[in-house]
């Protein structure tokens, strides 16, 4: 919750805060984001008692999701590719989504841009665009399915992450690639090395056989179609490869890391 | 007849227990699970509702946000499919499925209901179900399956894709697994109606006799 906190500065609208807040996002004026107030006096009236007090709840909710990672690193199956669809299949318009309007979304110059990379790798070389356009590529037509529910069906060409993990000398034994955005607030999630390792894993360039648009990622967005959206980062900056667990934008705010699907 | 069998026969006979004792436990543990999946279901719902007049008021919802109520959704679904496969593997090995629910008519099942609806039908023996009881409880069940499945298949439509093309695809799947909900709001509804029209029936569930 760090991070909302940090949002809170004083001097800044708070008008403007909570319009660019999502409306899904928990009250600001809240610190704690399990429970509304309502919810959870129907909660006590079921159990009839206090005992399952909202910081207790919190803690062990925060246990089982961690669980919940577990298990579905579990299940998850290097191998088992995600369906792919007909280029007719895709979704128009492909809905932008995120936590700002698409105004506010970064305007990055892809002749300054450079891909920063650290951590546990050989070769930690920051890459263009034009380098990073030089290697092979792959396309798929694949389903985006989003935390809040909604799908929408795009085409994204793009270097798979493992092929690139092999250029730079990456420890692919290491548990995460990390990725930066340059969304407004610093946009970050972490990328379990099995998942980054999967074939279908890309660092996309193309929409659609188009440049990425600004709205969908400008210059490169990580395509993950075994995870749910917000665990395909846009506008990304730069990726660490490293064994800790650094957290994430939403991830640090309740909702679960590895969200595979 | 196996053991685990054997032995609810004998209490059921010695201490004329109506509902036996993993029953009551499993009832109540399934009901708080499935308020839990509700609630906080209702509120996953409202971050992408498929009705466009149709949200929920935080009122009836459980987490505050979408964030909260994802993570009681997926603890709560532990409670759920532990005990409600518990439940399934017990019902069906000690024979009492077999014994409770079956058979069921349709014309049991209309006469009963007219008889219910006349307020002539008998509630003495509440160690049968009449034949509205055994087609709602058997009908239950299976909902409870079915929206299990369902919620298996939008929760991992890659790991799971089989299951989730089973259900015509992730978009038909979220269709499926709110129809399975609303279609047990509509039986908790009548359910609790009816155990508060027979409290004797809420006495057995609680205390066994
Ligand atoms: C929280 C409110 C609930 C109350 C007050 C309640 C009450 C009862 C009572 C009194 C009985 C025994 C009735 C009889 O003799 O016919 C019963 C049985 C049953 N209830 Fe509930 N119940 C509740 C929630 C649920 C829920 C949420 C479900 C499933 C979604 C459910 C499914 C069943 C089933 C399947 C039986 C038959 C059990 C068996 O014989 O194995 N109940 N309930």
Redesign the pocket.
């Known amino acids: 919750m760090g991070r909302l906190r940090k949002l809170l500065i004083p001097g800044v609208d708070k008008k403007l805060l909570v319009r660019d807040a999502t409306r899904l996002m928990p009250d600001l004026t809240r610190r704690r984001f399990i429970s509304g107030g309502a919810s959870f006096g129907a909660l006590t009236l079921l159990t009839g008692c206090d005992v399952i007090d909202s910081d207790s709840a919190e803690e062990m909710l925060k246990k089982v999701s961690k669980f919940n990672d577990a298990v579905q690193a579990f299940i998850f199956n290097p191998h088992a590719l995600a369906p792919t669809f007909p280029e007719s299949a895709i979704t128009k318009p492909f809905p932008f989504n995120a936590y700002y309007e698409v105004d506010d979304a970064p305007d990055i110059d892809g002749k300054d841009w450079k891909l920063e990379v650290s951590g546990l790798v050989e070769n930690k070389k920051a890459w263009t665009l034009d380098e990073l356009y030089k290697l092979p590529q792959q396309k798929q037509v694949t389903r985006h399915i989003c935390v809040e529910g909604w799908s929408a069906i795009g085409s994204w060409t793009g270097t798979p992450l493992s092929y690139f993990l092999k250029v730079i000398g990456a420890d692919t034994t290491a548990k995460y690639c990390w990725f930066q955005c340059a969304d407004k607030d610093g946009y970050n999630s972490p990328l379990d090395m099995e998942t980054a390792l999967h074939p279908q894993t890309i660092m996309a360039f193309r929409f659609a056989d188009e440049i990425l648009p600004r709205a969908y990622g400008f210059p490169m967005k990580i395509r993950v179609p075994t995870k749910l959206g917000f665990k395909n980062p846009k506008y990304v900056i730069s990726m660490e490869v490293t064994n800790d667990y650094k957290g994430g934008y939403w991830e640090d705010q309740g909702y679960n890391s590895f969200s595979g699907s | 007849m196996t053991s685990l069998a054997a032995a609810e026969q004998r209490t059921a006979t010695a201490s004329r227990v109506i ?1 036996p004792a993993w ?1 009551r436990v499993m ?1 109540w543990t ?2 708080v699970a ?2 839990l999946m509700i609630m906080s279901g209702l509120q996953i719902y409202d971050a992408s509702p498929l009705f466009n007049s149709l949200t929920f008021s935080r009122t009836v919802t459980l987490g505050g946000w979408l964030g909260g109520a994802l993570l009681w959704h997926f603890a709560a679904m532990w409670l759920l499919m532990v005990n409600g496969l518990a439940y399934l593997v017990t ?1 069906f090995v000690t024979g ?1 499925f077999k014994k ?1 629910l079956l058979p069921i008519s349709p014309r049991g099942v209309i006469s009963d209901a007219v008889a219910a609806l006349t307020f002539r039908l008998s509630h003495d023996d ?1 160690s049968k ?1 009449n034949q509205v ?1 055994r087609l709602l ?1 058997a009908g ?2 299976a909902v ?1 399956i079915v929206i299990v499945l369902s919620g298996l298949s939008i929760w991992k439509p890659v790991q799971f894709q089989y299951l989730t093309a089973l259900f015509g695809g992730y978009d038909i799947a979220r269709y499926v697994h709110f129809f399975c909900m609303s279609t ?1 709001v509509a ?2 509804a009548i ?2 109606l009816l ?1 508060v029209l027979v409290p004797k ?2 006495r ?2 609680i205390i066994g006799h």
């Open positions: 509902q029953v009832h399934n009901a499935i308020i019902g009492r409770k509440l179900y009881q409880y239950i069940i409870g047990i039986f908790l359910h609790v155990a029936s809420l057995a569930m």
